[in-house]
C-alpha cells in the first residue's frame, strides 16, 4: 500500500514535508498508480482500433453530407449559378 500525503500524518499535527520529500512522495504514488494500470489484450486492441475507425468512418459520412446539404441549400438561396457581368 502506498503512503499518501493525508494518510501519513496518523493523528499527529500536519506538518509540512521538505521540497525533496514531496517530490520522493509524488514519485513513489505515480509508481504505484501505474503498477495498477492494465494494458488491453491484443483482441482487445483489435477491437477498440475497429470500433474507433467505423466511428470515424460515420462520421465523415454525416459530416459529408451536411457540408454538401448545405452548400446546395446556401447556393440555391443565393442564386449561385448566376452571372456576374453587367
Do not use: C, H
Not at 501519513?8 to 500536519?14: D, E, L, V, Y
Not at 505515480?30 to 483482441?43: A, D, H, M, Q, Y
Not at 438561396?77 to 456576374?84: A, H, K, N, R
Request: hydrophobic content about 50%; charged content about 15%; overall charge positive.
Amino acid at each position: 500500500m502506498t503512503e499518501t500525503a493525508a494518510g501519513s500524518s496518523k493523528g499527529r499535527p500536519a506538518k509540512q514535508a521538505g521540497f525533496f520529500a514531496r517530490i520522493a512522495l509524488f514519485i513513489r504514488q505515480v509508481i504505484g498508480e501505474l503498477k495498477k494500470v492494465v494494458s488491453p489484450t491484443r483482441k482487445e486492441l483489435i477491437n477498440y482500433t475497429a470500433v474507433v475507425l467505423v466511428f470515424v468512418a460515420i462520421m465523415m459520412v454525416i459530416v459529408s453530407l451536411l457540408d454538401i446539404g448545405f452548400g446546395t441549400a446556401v447556393g440555391w438561396v443565393f442564386g449561385g449559378s448566376g452571372s456576374t457581368d453587367q
